[in-house]
């Protein structure tokens, strides 16, 4: 059974930080493209950024240069460092797994949502 928890979110205020972590588990994580979407109140589902099974990395224009994802095979772990932050990334960020090795922004398995606030 797949499963994805995050963890992280919280408040910050304009140009602070917050690292957000996914938990995988139920399937060969190192096999698979990871990624985060993000849901602002009010709006759309936003596709953030993902991680190939490999390591090559995508990013969405609205946070290219701020933020940035890794992963970690060996603990089954995928992190988002967000730096810069602006009010507009308030949202609900959710953690993913896609469907093939490669990033094509689609996703398969989400986790439950991380809430991230970012307000002077």
């Known amino acids: 059974q797949v499963q994805l928890v995050e963890s992280g979110g919280g408040l910050a205020q304009p140009g602070g930080s917050l690292r957000l972590s996914c938990a995988a588990s139920g399937f060969i994580f190192s096999s698979y493209a990871m990624g985060w979407a993000r849901q602002a109140p009010g709006k759309g589902l936003e596709w953030v950024s993902g991680?190939?099974?490999?390591?090559?990395?995508h990013y969405g224009d609205a946070v290219k240069g701020r933020f940035t994802i890794s992963r970690d095979n060996s603990n089954n772990t995928v992190l988002l460092q967000m730096n810069s932050l602006l009010p507009e990334d308030t949202a609900l960020y959710y953690c993913?797994?896609?469907?093939?090795?490669?990033?094509?922004?689609?996703?398969?398995?989400w986790g439950q949502g991380a809430q991230v606030t970012v307000s002077s």
């Open positions: 991680i190939s099974a490999g390591g090559e990395t």
């Open positions: 993913a797994k896609g469907p093939h090795w490669y990033v094509d922004r689609s996703y398969d398995y």
